[in-house]
């Protein structure tokens, strides 16, 4: 995933206005990955999410990462389609029952290719700024692929600044809570609960005003 | 860039600004040298950020007004982000806030066409009445008043305060007036933040009785009665060379300063408290966020605008 247009598009547009129209405020960095494979999980509220998630690690390491979307909304037009796989670099999955083929295929094989996913365990953005139960792929993936470091965020303001079905953004201070890597323990339901559990812990971290 | 002749006296006081700091950073190396064991991170990262900080500004003061003025805009901007992101706020009122962030460009292009009239209504009476119409076309009545209220309340102080610094660099009518003021606005600032420090650093050796005991109860009297008589020394110093003030009016202005950096303090302490937050943001290491920083100007820089302009120009 090594675009021209995906470099130019994430050094000179995205990590400018992350930085100025944004603002982050980034808790426990140094645990975020220095190299690939590992996985990016994350509260989801907003189109910024992903794109504030990319501009936290190195440049470097551009390349390597693969946001996972959801292939119906994002392969819907060519145009966006185009945008999402050439210059977000996204890997799109078939959402919903009814495939036979294997979804995590494509994930497991990224992860064997040393890539980084960004996954967002609770499906799709929901309501702003509202954590919502997790689904359980990620803890299959990690179930086939046990050695890869899961490394939990808890975002906070990025449904303020773009929630869902706006156009506008308006700049907010936005806050990114890394939590220390999950390790694997044989356990879908175990695991699946320790992860919402860090990320609540990792939400109480932060003293937000109301909203709504 | 400004012309270097017509600038002397402002070189000359960002060259004493940067001795202050060598001295700081020679002072804390001397003392982790005297007492190894003491734990002095947040002092040394607080001098480093006075360095990015004063870098920052004297290369925007160096460059000539415009830069001056985009450089104060932002950090109006980051100031009214910053205040935004810690109220509580509606999201019916999304499209309001954005019209408040629209202000500040406006309101600093005023100040670089020396546009004096518009300046000083635009945010008190347009904006004023613009904000409360954009929110009844939205017509979220439940918390009304609180939304347009604590909205108005932070561009006052985000905006409409800390723009007067920037007037200052038009004075006396135009930027080319050979850095006077660039000097004025170097002068209020300067000795804004000096009174911080000095208020600081009196209250924290010899502070006892509390001033405002309910608000910070750390801020003595000491701390505050120390800090105002030497910002109010400095400024009679330094007055003759950055400013066309005589010794009674740079007492004056010096007890603004002093006086209005206090209130300035304690004002933004009062909403921090309010809010149950210690800092309003962690933009600038060691020292908070950035309101933490200029919420002393906010009140310095209007009193301070208005006595000078008033009285000199």
């Known amino acids: ?32 990955p220095d190299r690939g494979p590992a996985i990016l999980v994350a509260n989801h509220n907003s189109h910024l999410d992903t794109l504030v998630m990319m501009t936290l690690l190195p440049s470097r390491l551009l390349p390597k990462l693969r946001p996972v979307a959801a292939a119906d909304y994002f392969l819907r037009n060519p145009l966006l389609a185009w945008f999402a796989t050439r210059v977000i670099g996204i890997l799109p999955i078939e959402r919903g029952r009814g495939t036979n083929r294997d979804p995590l295929a494509g994930m497991v094989r990224a992860l064997e290719r040393d890539e980084i996913l960004i996954l967002f365990p609770e499906g799709s953005r929901g309501e702003p700024e509202q954590l919502q139960a997790f689904k359980k792929g990620v803890a299959h993936l990690v179930r086939r692929k046990p050695g890869v470091p899961v490394v939990p965020l808890y975002l906070h303001g990025l449904g303020k600044a773009l929630p869902k079905g706006e156009a506008l953004l308006v700049p907010f201070f936005c806050d990114v809570f890394v939590g220390e890597p999950l390790v694997w323990d044989s356990d879908s339901r175990g695991y699946m609960e320790k992860l919402e559990r860090t990320m609540h812990e990792l939400a109480a971290q932060g003293s937000f005003p109301t909203w709504h | 860039m400004i012309a270097l002749d017509s600038a002397k006296p402002l070189l000359w006081a960002l060259g004493g600004i940067y001795v202050l700091l060598v001295i700081a950073s020679l002072f804390i190396a001397w003392q982790q040298r005297r007492w190894p064991e003491r734990n002095l991170t947040e002092l040394v990262q607080r001098v480093r950020s006075w360095w990015i900080m004063v870098a920052i500004f004297s290369a925007a003061l160096l460059f000539g007004a415009t830069v001056t003025l985009i450089f104060l805009g932002l950090v109006s901007f980051l100031a009214l982000k910053e205040y935004l992101s810690m109220i509580p706020t509606r999201r019916a009122d ?76 038009m004075l006396p009518g135009d930027a080319d007036a050979g850095g006077e003021g660039a000097s004025l606005l170097l002068y209020l600032v300067f000795l804004t933040q000096f009174n911080d420090v000095a208020q600081y ?111 000199f120009y």
């Open chain 1, 1 to 32: 995933m090594n675009h021209p247009i995906r470099w130019l598009f994430f050094e000179l547009l995205v990590r400018p206005l992350v930085l100025l129209v944004i603002g982050l405020n980034v808790r426990g960095h140094e645990r975020l």
């Open chain 2, 94 to 169: 999304r499209r309001v806030l954005f019209w408040a962030y629209l202000a500040i460009p406006l309101q600093f292009y005023w100040i670089g066409i020396a546009w004096y009239g518009m300046f000083i209504v635009f945010i008190p009476v347009y904006l004023f009445l613009l904000l409360p119409l954009r929110m009844v076309l939205i017509g979220e009545t439940d918390g009304f008043l609180r939304a347009v209220g604590t909205l108005h309340w932070g561009v006052m102080i985000t905006v409409f305060g800390l723009s007067h610094a920037a007037y200052l660099i």
């Open chain 2, 201 to 311: 650093v009196w209250g924290k050796s010899f502070g006892k009785r509390p001033i405002v005991p309910k608000v910070s109860p750390n801020k003595t009297w000491a701390g505050f009665l120390g800090g105002v008589g030497t910002t109010t020394l400095l400024a009679v110093l330094i007055a003759p060379w950055l400013t066309p003030m005589d010794t009674p009016a740079a007492l004056f202005s010096g007890l603004l300063i002093g006086v209005g950096g206090f209130i300035g303090d304690v004002n933004m302490s009062a909403l921090k408290r309010d809010l149950g937050i210690k800092d309003s943001g962690s933009l600038i290491a060691g020292h908070g966020g950035i309101l933490d920083r200029v919420d002393s100007l906010s009140f310095t820089a209007p009193l301070f605008f208005h006595f000078v302009r008033y009285g």
